[in-house]
């Protein structure tokens, strides 16, 4: 099938790490994303990783991809009231169209 | 930066209406994209386009119509609107095989 599987809800305390987790099923994927989305507004581009790297890390944001379990994660380091947000991630198909599927989304609350 | 401009943040329309919404991206990107987003579905692709002219049905096209007439520019035309058309409109742009840039979405009502 076509899904990229997302758990729906995850809730933290200011200050720990945070890791949102996402399985997708495109194994000829070449870039995986992270999205961001507030509320009321637009999915900002947050990383991306390649699909030949195991990690990535950029600032406060690491993201993992196991290849042979199609396993991606993102973790947040000393996360932030303002990280409260939905991540998505999104892969892209790698036929002619190049549409990004994207999964539904984790609600991240960061509690005070 | 690239920049994904959506005309308008709040639409309210009526059954029946037109309906036009209008995208524009400043980074000279071949690929345009409009999904719409509800709670509980996600993000379901409606259009997009490859270029200038082109355009291709997404997953979910029925009741809707696009516009690529300018490269910067891709419109979303909501040819008799109704009410299960109401939803949160997303513009997107990409290079080919890129990431994609978001707008900041339309919240459209149709009464």
């Known amino acids: 099938g076509e899904d990229v599987e997302q758990s729906l809800f995850l809730s933290v305390r200011e200050g720990d790490s945070s890791v949102i987790n996402c399985t997708y099923t495109?194994?000829?994927?070449?870039?995986l994303y992270w999205y961001k989305q507030e509320p009321g507004a637009g999915l900002q581009l947050l990383t991306y990783?390649?699909?030949?790297?195991d990690m990535k890390q950029d600032q406060r944001l690491t993201v993992l991809l196991n290849k042979k379990d199609k396993h991606l994660s993102l973790r947040i380091a000393d996360t932030q009231t303002g990280d409260s947000a939905i991540y998505f991630c999104?892969?892209?198909?790698?036929?002619?169209?190049?549409?990004?599927?994207f999964g539904s989304g984790t609600r991240l609350l960061v509690r005070p | 930066d690239v920049k994904v401009t959506q005309s308008s943040r709040y639409l309210v329309k009526r059954t029946g209406e037109k309906v036009f919404l209008e995208c524009v991206q400043d980074?000279?990107?071949?690929?345009m994209f409009w999904y719409r987003q509800d709670p509980g579905l996600g993000l379901r692709l409606i259009y997009f386009?490859?270029?200038?002219?082109?355009?291709e049905k997404g997953d979910i096209p029925e009741g809707y119509s696009v516009s690529r007439e300018k490269k910067e520019r891709f419109s979303l035309i909501l040819e008799s609107a109704s009410t299960n058309q109401t939803s949160m409109y997303l513009c997107?742009?990409?290079?080919?095989?890129?990431?994609?840039?978001f707008g900041d979405g339309t919240r459209l009502s149709i009464l």
């Open positions: 495109d194994s000829s994927s070449t870039y």
């Open positions: 980074m000279d990107h071949e690929n």
């Open positions: 386009s490859y270029d200038v002219k082109m355009k």
């Open positions: 999104a892969e892209i198909r790698m036929d002619s169209s190049y549409k990004l599927i």
């Open positions: 997107a742009s990409s290079r080919p095989r890129g990431p994609q840039h």
């Open positions: 990783i390649f699909s030949n790297m």
